[in-house]
């Protein structure tokens, strides 16, 4: 059974910068697109960033030019490096496979930028 499991959140000012890590086990993670979440506070879940197995990135045009994904397929473990923080970005960051996620999901890392 997959688990993920997400850390590196906090508190951070706008302007700021911080880097997610999401640990994969019980899957062939080298063989999945994977992709970071957010679900900000009484808003719906949605998709910031994804990589495939070859290394192609994409971003949502909200955070396009800030973060960056990156993988380690020998660790099983997939990063976000958020920079240029903005309030806006404040939300529980999850991640999964993409397009289509698993059922489980890990339990999110929270980031809150605010002054």
């Known amino acids: 059974q997959v688990q993920l499991v997400e850390s590196g959140g906090g508190l951070v000012q706008p302007g700021g910068s911080l880097r997610l890590s999401c640990a994969a086990s019980g899957t062939f993670f080298s063989i999945y697109a994977m992709g970071w979440y957010r679900q900000a506070p009484g808003k719906q879940r949605e998709w910031v960033a994804r990589i495939f197995s070859s290394g192609n990135t994409y971003y949502a045009d909200s955070v396009k030019g800030r973060f960056t994904i990156s993988r380690d397929n020998a660790n099983n473990t997939v990063y976000l490096q958020m920079s240029s923080l903005k309030p806006e970005d404040t939300a529980v960051y999850y991640c999964?496979?993409?397009?289509?996620?698993?059922?489980?999901w890990g339990q999110g890392t929270p980031v809150t930028v605010s002054s």
């Open positions: 999964n496979k993409v397009p289509q996620p698993w059922a489980y």
